[in-house]
């Protein structure tokens, strides 16, 4: 998308803007992949949720960063600063709640947020340690704390690193985009506490300023939809293997074909019906905390999700016919390889 802003606007300024923020964006991927090779180290691994959000002052360099509001503060009549606090915090208890994990890395990792950060920066992302916001440029994004699933999404990238470790790249990194936005949705959803008939199944629904002919970054339910603008031009997820785009850009098209997982989890959650954390999120969760491996590919993903809803559920169970459909859907065939693999439960015991 950036991209695009940048080969298709006649306006200088936002074409600055997208360099600016795809230069500093590689560089926090960069230190992402760096950081997700190490092992997490937190002390004590205590059940306790701890915010910090950090002021850039529109600064691209965090160490500079001030403390703009700390666990337990109140608001600071700040949007960013306290969306980013308060998002954060949906987002540890989604996954404490729902999954019993403690924190992003399951051991009690702090949420860092910084805010604020560069000038006119369109884009938000986890570089493996914290979590950093721009403020949009007015014209094309507005700030990026303002979508719940964005936030969600960002934060699962830490929940990725800390389990599949999915590589960045080709299909693992597909999947990697598409893991996020399975959890982002399902933050939101959570929150609202909306079944998987009422939500509206978009990630960054409301981050595109009215200037822009769209509705989201991208349609789980629909992709390809999400937007379709002269400057952005036409959303390119495709929703099936049919349609899978081969391609050298977005290290192998991760934010593309993202899209034929996304509508696979889409299709298992609308018919198994109900809340979407609770049955469909459990299949998803135990297959990219248990199943899944750096170089996992959709086939594997597909293969993992069966067994798991085979093992979870039974066989013939509504959950496992609605897996193999699904991913029929959008054209991959999962096999039932590994049946009698045993699954460790997800309970809120599991955390002590």
């Not at 979508?147 to 599949?164: F, K, M, Q, R, S």
Request: charged letters at 20%; aromatic letters at 10%.
């Amino acid at each position: 998308m950036l991209q695009q802003i940048a080969r298709n606007s006649d306006d200088e300024e936002l074409r600055e803007s997208a360099f600016n923020t795809l230069a500093l964006s590689e560089q926090a991927r960069g230190r992402r992949q760096i950081l997700g090779a190490l092992q997490t180290l937190t002390v004590g691994g205590t059940v306790q949720l701890l915010r910090t959000v950090f002021d850039c002052k529109n600064k691209s360099d965090t160490d500079f960063a001030t403390v703009a509001r700390r666990e337990g503060d109140p608001a600071k009549n700040n949007k960013a600063i306290d969306e980013a606090y308060a998002y954060s915090g949906d987002v540890y208890n989604f996954y404490n709640e729902v999954f019993a994990r403690n924190s992003i890395d399951g051991n009690g990792m702090p949420l860092n947020s910084y805010v604020h950060y560069a000038v006119k920066y369109n884009n938000a992302f986890w570089d493996g340690s914290k979590m950093t916001y721009g403020d949009g440029d007015g014209k094309i994004f507005g700030r990026f704390t303002e979508a719940i699933d964005v936030v969600g999404h960002e934060l699962t990238h830490g929940v990725t690193e800390n389990t599949a470790g999915l590589q960045y790249r080709g299909q693992p990194g597909a999947l990697n985009e598409s893991m996020s936005d399975v959890f982002g949705s399902l933050v939101k959803q959570y929150v609202l506490r909306q079944t998987a008939d009422k939500a509206d199944w978009l990630i960054g629904a409301g981050l595109f300023t009215s200037r822009i002919k769209g509705k989201a970054l991208r349609s789980m339910k629909d992709p390809g939809t999400a937007y379709n603008d002269p400057l952005l031009g036409k959303d390119p997820q495709p929703a099936d293997m049919s349609h899978y785009v081969s391609t050298s850009a977005d290290n192998g098209g991760v934010h593309i074909n993202s899209g034929i997982p996304n509508k696979a989890f889409y299709e298992v959650a609308y018919a198994i019906g109900g809340n979407a954390w609770e049955r469909a999120g459990k299949i998803w969760y135990v297959t990219l905390t248990q199943k899944l491996t750096p170089s996992s590919n959709f086939q594997d993903c597909a293969n993992a999700t069966l067994e798991v809803a085979h093992n979870l559920y039974g066989d013939g169970s509504k959950e496992e016919k609605a897996v193999s459909s699904a991913w029929a859907k959008v054209k991959i065939t999962p096999k039932l390889e590994n049946s009698n693999t045993i699954i460790k439960q997800v309970t809120q015991e599991s955390l002590y």
